[in-house]
């Protein structure tokens, strides 16, 4: 998963592998995901999965990440408030972050810091 993300920084940046790695390796330690670095798709969770892809929204250049319907992406995902709240300890960037559900799940993102958009 690290050379997943460290992706993003070195193709857009031209920033060495290393430091593009332990990059990665730092966004995942926020969340207490760095066991997965060494990871590959198949071995990793579909929420795991569904924060290496947060974390390369937000080693782009682009001032905003829009998460389409994370239902949709997670398997199983009943517990929001905890993905958003690692979304927002990733986030230290303060990238604007906007979550694109349906109107039926708008009650799970009370109170949340992220936009939600009807």
Do not use: W
Not at 68 to 79: F, G, H, K, Q
Not at 96 to 117: P, V
């Amino acid at each position: 998963m690290l050379e997943n993300i460290a992706l993003i920084r070195e193709v857009h940046t031209l920033m060495p592998t290393s430091k593009a790695q332990e990059l990665a390796n730092q966004y995942l330690q926020k969340i207490n995901l760095d066991s997965i670095g060494t990871k590959r798709l198949n071995q990793c969770s579909s929420l795991e999965i569904f924060y290496v892809m947060c974390i390369r929204a937000l080693m782009m250049d682009a001032k905003t990440v829009i998460i389409e319907t994370p239902y949709a992406i997670v398997d199983n995902l009943r517990d929001i408030a905890s993905v958003l709240e690692n979304i927002s300890i990733l986030n230290f960037t303060n990238k604007k972050i906007l979550i694109l559900d349906t109107q039926n799940n708008q009650i799970h993102y009370k109170g949340c810091k992220c936009n939600t958009a009807k």
